[in-house]
């Protein structure tokens, strides 16, 4: 099923809003798979079957270890390319959603709402390559991620934890409409006491993308027998 914003129907005879509507009562374990325009190319933010968790994984763990994004993300030990695999299972069977960020076909990190519950979520994302950080490719992809939560996953708050060193983070979070929430919920996301959190202003997150909200295109993926 597509729900392509840019027609606005599919095929003429379903409205975005009833195929969006559709997209959202689907059975949990529907793979959504957004797609929009980049600078740069074409990006594609999906949820990956296991066999493509399968295909990712040593990379993913190469990214993971880079020495920067390990201190950013909190890692504390190396992780092998099982353990990438384990830890996109254990956050599915926790009601996650992780998704894969590919450019053209590339695969360039990875991003996931975890903790969810109810309408609340909390949003996570890496670009793996230090090559391919600070080009763009972050905001893009998290926006591509929110719009799915807005209008398919129906979450009201999204929640984002950050150290305080990390600028790029805050500042793409900014750029998406987060805020810093000083509230208890939003504290209880955090690992350390001074980590910063913040979370989304979707008002804010609409009048920023107004061109991408047009662009996106929002599809569920047939399900895979693995
Ligand atoms: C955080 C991260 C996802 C941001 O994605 P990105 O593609 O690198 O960032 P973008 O290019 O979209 O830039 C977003 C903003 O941050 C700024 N920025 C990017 N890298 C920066 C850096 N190293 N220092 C300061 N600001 C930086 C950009 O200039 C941009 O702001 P601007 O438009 O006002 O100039 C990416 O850097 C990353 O994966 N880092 C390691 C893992 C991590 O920290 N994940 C976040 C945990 S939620």
Same mark, same amino acid.
């Given at each position: 099923? =597509?729900?392509?914003?840019?027609?606005?129907?599919? $095929?003429?005879?379903?409205?975005?809003?009833?195929?969006?509507?559709?997209?959202?009562? /689907?059975?949990?374990?529907?793979?959504? %798979?957004?797609?929009? @325009?980049?600078?740069?190319?074409?990006?594609?933010?999906?949820? @990956?079957?296991?066999?493509?968790?399968?295909?990712?994984?040593?990379?993913?763990?190469?990214? !993971?270890?880079?020495?920067?994004?390990?201190?950013?993300?909190?890692?504390?030990?190396?992780?092998?390319?099982?353990?990438?695999?384990?830890?996109?299972?254990?956050?599915?069977? $926790?009601?996650?959603?992780?998704?894969?960020?590919?450019?053209?076909?590339?695969? /360039?990190?990875?991003?996931?709402?975890?903790?969810?519950?109810?309408?609340?979520?909390?949003?996570?994302?890496?670009? $793996?390559?230090?090559?391919?950080?600070?080009?763009?490719?972050?905001?893009? !992809?998290?926006?591509?991620?929110?719009?799915?939560?807005?209008?398919?996953?129906?979450?009201? %708050?999204? !929640? %984002?934890? =950050? =150290?305080?060193?990390? =600028?790029?983070?805050?500042?793409?979070?900014?750029?998406?409409?987060?805020?810093?929430?000083?509230?208890?919920?939003?504290?209880?996301?955090?690992?350390?006491?001074?980590?910063?959190?913040?979370?989304?202003?979707?008002?804010?997150?609409?009048?920023?993308?107004?061109?991408?909200?047009?662009?996106?295109?929002?599809?569920?993926?047939?399900?895979?027998?693995?």
């Amino acid at each position: 099923m =597509i729900c392509d914003v840019r027609l606005g129907d599919l $095929g003429g005879q379903l409205t975005r809003q009833r195929c969006e509507d559709l997209l959202r009562n /689907m059975p949990t374990e529907t793979l959504l %798979s957004i797609e929009a @325009p980049f600078a740069r190319g074409k990006l594609r933010v999906f949820e @990956p079957t296991q066999a493509e968790v399968l295909a990712a994984a040593p990379l993913l763990a190469t990214f !993971y270890n880079d020495s920067h994004n390990s201190a950013m993300l909190t890692n504390t030990h190396q992780l092998n390319a099982a353990e990438v695999v384990e830890s996109f299972q254990s956050l599915r069977a $926790g009601g996650g959603r992780p998704f894969l960020l590919e450019q053209d076909g590339v695969l /360039m990190g990875d991003a996931d709402f975890r903790n969810v519950a109810g309408s609340e979520a909390e949003f996570a994302i890496l670009i $793996g390559s230090r090559a391919q950080q600070s080009r763009g490719l972050g905001t893009r !992809y998290a926006a591509m991620m929110h719009i799915a939560a807005l209008r398919v996953l129906g979450y009201e %708050s999204v !929640y %984002s934890t =950050i =150290i305080p060193v990390n =600028i790029a983070s805050r500042r793409m979070l900014e750029k998406l409409g987060y805020q810093l929430d000083q509230s208890l919920r939003a504290a209880s996301f955090k690992d350390e006491e001074d980590d910063i959190t913040m979370s989304i202003d979707w008002a804010q997150f609409k009048l920023a993308h107004t061109e991408l909200l047009t662009q996106v295109v929002i599809t569920a993926r047939p399900s895979s027998p693995d």
